[in-house]
């Protein structure tokens, strides 16, 4: 029985020849002369009524395939290459070896390259190879005139000429089909040979043949990146590019259970943004699904069964200090918003200087318990003036009451003989005009940086942020994590010095040195700066 109705099909195919195929898809030959003369003809009937797999069950039966399937299938018929985000269990990974299988027995001379996660996967893939030949009919085999050639751990091939490897990587071989199986956990379990993939693997599929990258979400790494790549250049395509597919979890018919489930407020609340952004009604047997699957993953669950792009890489990473939390009170409950600047509330910066790092600067305003995160700049190699001026172009300048340095920007620069401090309040200290700006300078005390991230831990709970404005400090809350102790293969008590730590100690001193209040009265004038310490504070993560 076939998964898709017929207008299921020509929406998926629209815009496409083989729509004009429609009424054979749904058709089965008369004899096998009309076998072999009309419907072996098309790829799609094949794919359809040919192979045998084995089921989730463990049964051996005819692969139809899903509505996943299919539109993955359509996606390759508009664009060569796919970089495919998905739920777990949507059978992507059988479709493509089926696909590039036909390929092979159809096609003479056709090098199939199929990368497995590692060799336990690879040694699967081809008991799975193994298996269409096997059940293959004899009928095809002869009206194609083909036989087994070479049937051994790296390669299958056919006396057609064509050949399927298997491997953990390739760099030298011209591919003309190429699958890549769970990038997301290669990027990192195995980031060098990720990194070879894209430099060696990649280059060898021939341009304009099919190069599919499939896997689950695994955090910031470089699956991600070459997602985002995707997204960002889909209006834009080139051969080389990838097209970028996502299958959520409320697409897959199999995610359901009948047996009703309790559910919390936050679940309920989970379910109404997950509808207004998708823009349709979950049913009572997909939110039983959820939640039994939630009970037994937890967090993980948004990684493994996503809604929506964004939910998939805002999953926990292991050792993260902040991404559970932001998961939970800020993506959940729809708190990244924009345009978050009220011009009625007072603004604060927070600062982190490097000398060769990243200087970050985080903008905010508070109201009650509330933070909200505004706007971000960050840049490295550039002296204090060109950071000051960026300030001054912004729209909320003349709401800045409160700038939050470091413990190290007391340390004096050898050329001019000021501390950054000084450079920050002279530079700040009047407008254009030459009035006064009237801006609080607070400088933080050295002191445990763990009482900061606990700080920080507090906020999260009550904090806006605007995604459009602040994205560097979004990732710096997903991904700003312990370091890893290769030696004993645990965490350390400390973060990890890495592209988010700067922006994540940025964070951790506008949490310590905010100042709260629903409202800040600046005073109108002023003659003198305004400076002070903060006693209970953090030191500068380089510090401790």
């Known amino acids: 029985m076939l998964s898709i109705t017929r207008e299921e099909f020509l929406e998926i ?19 096998e002369k009309e076998l072999f003369s009309k419907y072996f003809k098309s790829k799609l009937w094949r794919l359809n009524n040919v192979y045998t797999i084995v089921d989730k069950a463990g049964k051996r039966r005819r692969f139809r395939m899903n509505k996943s399937q299919h539109k993955v299938y359509a996606a390759a018929l508009r664009h060569p290459r796919l970089i495919i985000l998905k739920s777990r269990q949507q059978g992507i990974s059988t479709l493509w070896l089926i696909s590039f299988f036909d390929d092979a027995i159809i096609f003479k001379d056709f090098s199939i390259g199929l990368m497995a996660q590692g060799q336990d996967e690879a040694e699967t893939l081809l008991e799975r190879t193994k298996l269409l030949w096997e059940t293959l009919h004899p009928d095809y085999k002869q009206f194609l005139q083909i036989q087994l050639k070479k049937n051994n751990s790296k390669e299958f091939s056919l006396t057609n000429g064509s050949t399927i490897f298997i491997r953990t990587s390739f ?6 089909r190429l699958h890549i199986s769970e990038m997301g956990k290669i990027a990192n379990k195995y980031p060098d040979k990720a990194h070879e993939t894209k430099t060696g693997t990649l280059q060898a599929l021939a341009k304009g043949n099919i190069g599919v990258i499939e896997s689950t979400a695994e955090g910031d790494n470089l699956f991600k990146d070459m997602w985002d790549n995707a997204i960002l250049y889909t209006d834009n395509l080139t051969l080389k590019d990838f097209y970028p597919v996502f299958l959520s979890w409320v697409d897959d018919p199999d995610c359901v259970i009948e047996q009703d489930q309790p559910s919390t407020r936050k679940q309920d609340e989970y379910f109404i943004k997950v509808e207004k952004e998708l823009g349709r009604k979950l049913t009572r047997e997909q939110k039983n699904f959820w939640l ?6 937890n967090e993980k669950i948004y990684q493994e069964y996503p809604s929506t792009p964004t939910e998939a890489f805002m999953a926990t990473k292991q050792g993260a200090y902040y991404a559970q939390l932001y998961m939970e009170w800020v993506k959940t409950f729809g708190r990244e918003k924009p345009k978050l600047y009220d011009k009625n509330l007072d603004v604060q910066i927070s600062v982190d200087l490097g000398m060769n790092d990243t200087n970050v600067l985080t903008v905010f305003q508070v109201y009650g318990d509330e933070f909200r995160y505004i706007d971000e700049f960050y840049d490295n190699g550039q002296q204090i003036k060109y950071y000051t001026d960026w300030i001054k172009t912004r729209p909320w300048y003349q709401n800045l009451t409160h700038i939050i340095l470091p413990p190290d920007a007391e340390v ?14 002279e530079e700040l200290s009047k407008h254009d005009d030459g009035t006064p700006t009237n801006i609080l300078f607070t400088l933080l005390p050295k002191s445990d940086v763990n009482e900061g991230i606990e700080q920080v831990r507090q906020v999260v709970v009550n904090m806006w942020i605007d995604p459009g404005l602040c994205p560097y400090l979004i990732s710096c809350f997903i991904n700003y ?3 890893w102790d290769y030696k004993r293969e645990k965490f350390r008590d400390k973060p990890d010095h890495d592209e988010y730590s700067n922006g994540a100690d940025s964070i951790r001193y506008s949490a ?12 109108k004038e002023s003659s003198t700066l305004n400076r002070q310490r903060v006693i209970a504070g953090v030191s500068h993560g380089h510090d401790v």
């Open 292 to 297: 039994v699957q939630y009970r037994e993953l």
């Open 481 to 483: 994590k312990k370091e």
């Open 512 to 523: 310590v040195g905010a100042i709260r209040g629903k409202y800040q009265k600046r005073p």
């Open 412 to 425: 004096r620069e050898l050329t001019s003989g000021k501390t950054r401090t000084e450079v920050f309040e």
């Open 171 to 176: 760099r030298s071989a011209t591919l003309q």
């Open 13 to 31: 195919y629209k815009g496409l020849p083989i729509c004009k195929s429609v009424d054979l898809f749904y058709s089965q030959p008369k004899d």
